[in-house]
């Protein structure tokens, strides 16, 4: 026998209601934003502007920001904070789509947020005849 609609509506409600509250489970936990904004439009489809040195981006794992970038004849050198380092193969795409065009490297480092003396570092490395590359390393103490 069927059940009643009232109860196949709170049935539903019930299913959704647990199911965003295991989604809401996963997500990583939120650090003060020490003053840097969410990115705007301009800095997303401008990675080496003064915009993208002054926000934070989005990735799988959490944010991200770019801390630096110079450029060294035809290689880029970019060092990046991430709330997850295994994002950084991620946002090197980003920049390899953005300029590979102008260099044919590009170096991005990437720490964490709130990295010390001892925590891991990943590089990832893209040069135009080798494609990508990734290195893990040590942070040294200061």
Sequence with gaps: MPLPRATQRLTMLTLLVSGAAACAGRRPPLLPDIGVTPCPASAVHDLLSVDALQCWFIAPHGRWRTLSHESHY???VVEVEAADVRDADGIARRFVEAARGTFSEILLYVQHETAGAGD????????SSRGFESLDFTAAPR
Excluded: D, H, K, Q
């Design 120 to 127: 891991a570092i990943r590089r990832v490395r893209w040069t």
């Design 74 to 76: 035809a290689v880029l």
